[in-house]
C-alpha cells in the first residue's frame, strides 16, 4: 500500500520561505512522477510542480516557476518543495503527489497547511 506523509506546513509572511516534506513508501516501480498539488479555500486543485524518477526533470507550474523548487532524496525517500518568495496567493492546502506507470495510477497524501500573511 502506498503511503505519502507530507510535513513542513505552517504560517509565514509573504517574501518568507518555507519548506516541505513528503516521505513515500510502499510501491517498487522506478518510474514514477511524485510532486505537488495545492487546493486553495473555493478553488479546484492545481498542480504545482513534479519530478520524474527516470530522469530527474522537473515540470512547475507557471505561477510558482523560479520561486519553487522540487528536489528527491532517493536514499530517504523523500521529496521536498523549497517554497521560496511566498505569496498571499500561495496560501492553500498541498498534497503530495505520486503518479504511477500502473494502476492505480494517482495517489494523494493527507496534505498541509500552508498559510501566507501580507
Known amino acids: 500500500e502506498v503511503h505519502l506523509v507530507e510535513s513542513g506546513g505552517g504560517l509565514v509572511q509573504a517574501g518568507g520561505s518555507l519548506r516541505l516534506s513528503c516521505q513515500f513508501s510502499?510501491?517498487?516501480?522506478?518510474?514514477?512522477?511524485i510532486g505537488w498539488l495545492r487546493q486553495a479555500p473555493g478553488k479546484e486543485r492545481e498542480a504545482v510542480t513534479c519530478?520524474?524518477?527516470?530522469?530527474?526533470?522537473?515540470h512547475d507550474a507557471k505561477p510558482v516557476a523560479g520561486r519553487f523548487i522540487i528536489s528527491r532524496d532517493n536514499a530517504k525517500n523523500t521529496v521536498l518543495l523549497q517554497m521560496n518568495s511566498l505569496k498571499p496567493e500561495d496560501t492553500a492546502v498541498y498534497y503530495c503527489?505520486?503518479?504511477?506507470?500502473?494502476?492505480?495510477?494517482?495517489?494523494w497524501g493527507q496534505g498541509t497547511q500552508v498559510t501566507v500573511s501580507s
Open positions: 503527489w505520486l503518479n504511477l506507470s500502473g494502476p492505480p495510477y494517482n495517489h
Open positions: 510502499g510501491f517498487s516501480s522506478d518510474d514514477y512522477a
Open positions: 519530478i520524474r524518477s527516470i530522469d530527474g526533470s522537473t
